[in-house]
């Protein structure tokens, strides 16, 4: 998180859902990994972006760039602060499976966490 992004709360409940980045004479509406989900707009306009994009994007599939091999793991997030981005290894739910986290920095990069896009069978 910069200095100078804005914390932006959801009215109903209260949920943190992003931040609003001052740009030029509007903002620009970040999620929670810190990326741009708009041009420069208004206020308003970012509010409801971040309103409407809620924490769904959160519980998806993802791909971790392992510093080592330069390989990509299949991940979960499991925590996210202003400060680091924690994801878990996926395990599909066994509860046998080691449970193996990586802490990255946020804002994250998606040269280094990107979306798992669906595979053309799914």
């Known amino acids: 998180m910069e200095a ?7 009215a109903d409940d209260g949920e943190h859902v992003g ?15 810190g990326r741009p989900r708009t041009d ?4 308003l306009s970012a ?4 309103d409407e994009l809620g924490l769904r994007y959160l519980a998806d599939p993802y791909e971790l760039m392992l ?3 330069g390989g990509w793991l299949r991940v979960r997030i499991a925590e996210v602060t202003p ?7 996926e395990d599909w ?13 946020n804002p994250v990069s998606e040269e280094q966490l990107r979306p798992l896009l669906p595979s053309p069978a799914d």
């Open 4 to 10: 100078d992004w804005i914390e932006h709360r959801r």
């Open 19 to 33: 931040w609003m980045k001052p740009m030029d004479d509007g903002f620009v509406a970040l999620d929670l990994l």
């Open 40 to 43: 420069v707009v208004d206020w």
């Open 47 to 50: 509010e409801e972006i971040l």
């Open 67 to 69: 510093d080592d091999d």
């Open 83 to 89: 400060s680091v981005v924690r994801v878990k290894k």
């Open 93 to 105: 739910g066994d509860m046998t499976a080691p449970q193996i986290y990586f802490t990255v920095p």
